[in-house]
Each structure stands twice: as structure tokens, then as C-alpha cells.
């Protein structure tokens, strides 16, 4: 396994190779990002992730400065994953001096986690174009766990031509239901006890959906009553929208896009679930 610092020399291994998978992250890899490993493996001749904490996607009150890092860790892991490739650059190598380019998707950016994280999605599609050119991988994964990031960064993709197959795989979750997360790493062990509660308000408004109600805000509301029942959680949002879109709805016609993000304490997670009318026989 090469690990990388430089551009230069990301660029002279990529040579070498015909397929690439890209897997990008911000380290403290935890069974969510090696699902993407995995899936990399299964469908590329040689699979690339990168570890770096972007700054321009953190706001200034956000946690960039505490946010969880394990390098010899997430190495340890990537080795065993048998990862070819491992680019690691410094925020210099990324942001150099005089660097002033951003990239703003537009409208499916600006609801959810654009509304209450302004400048995040800019900084994610910046940092992940500039990925794409680096690495020029034939494929990129991403986790269904950032929803509204892989529509950001399909967007992005045709609307820039980016030669790049973007593949988005299922969120991997504990035996109770949490969305694994570098972040669940700063719960109290009685917030930990409290967070599955995100999960069972998405799976609410999912039995409720499976039993025929079509009607949004009677979803939503199905969330929030779940939430209200765990004096830990603090809601930021809930959200009933259209998948393609992130426009919240009135009426689910045969998809929509359940999801919440969710505080507890200074700590603040996301999930979602899709909902999907399964065809009738
Ligand atoms: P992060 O390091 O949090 O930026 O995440 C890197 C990639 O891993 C993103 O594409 C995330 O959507 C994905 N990811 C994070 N958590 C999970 C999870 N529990 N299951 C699947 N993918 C995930």
C-alpha cells in the first residue's frame, strides 16, 4: 500500500493503473467506510482512498478542530482492507496560497444540511472535484448515510462532465440500529443510549409509509412524536423530500427521502431512510 502526500505523486501512481476506485474520506475509518472499500474492490482493478479533514467544510462554530483522527489506526485498516493506494495531504497541498475557486451546486445544495451548515456543500464539491482531477478515478463511492452530499455530488457530476462513475452504497449501522459515524465517537455513554432514537423515528415514518399514509407532514410529525420522547435529542431538522430534488413535500407520490439531523449536546448526527413504494403484485 502507497501512502501518499503529494499530488505529484498521487499523479505518477495513477499512471499505472486502468481501473481506480476512489473511496474519499475523513479518516476515523470506522465498517462504514471499509463497505466502500469493499464495494471499490469488488468492481475496480485498484481502489484509492483519501483521508482529509477538508476545512472549507466546516463552519466556524463546527467541530474542525475536534473532529476524530487515527491515522496509524485508519493505515492499519486500509492495509488489511488491501487498499492500493492511500492519499493523505496536508491542507497546504490542497489549499494553497492565493487559492480563491469555489464550486456551488445550486438548488439541490441549499435545503437540509445547506440550510443549517451554510458553505458545507460548497466546500465538500470543491474538495471533491479537486479529488476527481487528482486521483482521475474510473469510479468514486460515497454513503447513502450523506444523503444529500451524493445527489450534491451527482449534480456536480453531469452538470461538470467529470468523467467519473459515481456509486452510492447502503448506510452500515450497529445491531441497534445507529448509522455508524466518525462523530458518535464524542457521545456521552447516555447519549449513545439515547441516539438509536434517529433510526426508530426514520423507521416510524417508514411503517407508517409500508401501512399506505402518503401525506408528508403526517410523517414528519410521526418523527418528531418519536424524538420528543428522548429528552437528549434536540431536533435540527426534519424532513420529508423529494430524493432528486431535496424540495420538501406535500404528498409522497412513490418516493421520498426520510431523513433528520439531530443534536445531542454539542454533538450532531444525520440519518435517513428511503422510502419506496415496492411494486405491487
Ligand atoms: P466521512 O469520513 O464522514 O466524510 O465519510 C466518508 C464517506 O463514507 C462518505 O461518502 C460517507 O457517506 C460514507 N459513510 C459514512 N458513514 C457511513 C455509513 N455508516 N455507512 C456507509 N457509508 C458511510
Known sequence: MQVLETIAEVRAARRGLTSLGLVPTMGFLHAGHLSLVERAKAECGAVAVSIFVNPTQFGPSEDLS?????????LAMLEAAGVELVFTPQPAEIYPLGFSTRVEVGAVAGPLEGASRPGHFAGVATVVAKLFNIVQPTRAYFGQKDAQQSVVIRRMTRDLDLPVEVVVAPTVREADGLALSSRNAYLTPEQRTAAPVLFRAL????????????????????MRDVIANTPEAEVDYVSLADPDTMEELVLIDTRALASLAIRFGHTRLIDNLLLEETARL
Request: aromatic fraction near 6%; charged fraction near 35%; proline fraction near 7%.
Open 66 to 74: 475536534r473532529y476524530p483522527r487515527d491515522l496509524p489506526r485508519d
Open 203 to 222: 423507521s416510524k415514518a417508514q411503517a407508517s409509509f409500508t401501512l399506505g399514509e402518503r401525506n408528508a407532514e403526517t410523517l414528519r410529525n410521526a
